[in-house]
């Protein structure tokens, strides 16, 4: 279900685009003329005062691909907030996560039934001359 939505929505977004194209094709043909364009006041010194002729389509092009890339950029902007998001909580679920491993053994000890019932009076003889630093051979 999820392919054929997944196949029907790219084929729709291709076909819109070439649609789109196709339109602003014949837009722009039918209007290539030239027109003057007025430097404003603030660019006289760069430019100069005189108006300069630029092509209709080439003009609309240029504000056509600058809104396309604002819009690309706010995409992303947004799609790397969205991952940064998700990276951060996946962040603090693992911290969450070693945290309450460090812990392990004081929320939960080991069983008892890991000691042995009875002490060992070899094991107490062998703690005590570590302890002592004494009766374990030549050092």
Known sequence: MIR??????????????????VMAGLFLVANSG?????TPDWLTGLFGNKPHDVWLPALIAGW???????????L????????????E???N??????AKLRNLPFVEPAPLE??????????????????D???LGPT
């Open 89 to 91: 909580s996946l962040i």
């Open 4 to 21: 054929w939505l997944r196949l029907v929505a790219t084929a729709t977004i291709i076909l819109s685009m070439i649609g789109l194209g």
């Open 133 to 135: 630093d004494e009766g």
């Open 76 to 87: 992303w902007s947004m799609f790397y907030v969205w991952r940064r998001r998700q990276y």
């Open 34 to 38: 030239w027109i003057p364009v007025k």
């Open 114 to 131: 890991d000691l042995p019932e009875v002490p060992s009076a070899h094991a107490a003889r062998v703690m005590n001359a570590l302890d």
């Open 64 to 74: 056509l691909a600058a809104a396309i890339l604002i819009a690309a950029l706010v």
């Open 93 to 98: 679920r693992l911290e969450r996560e070693l």
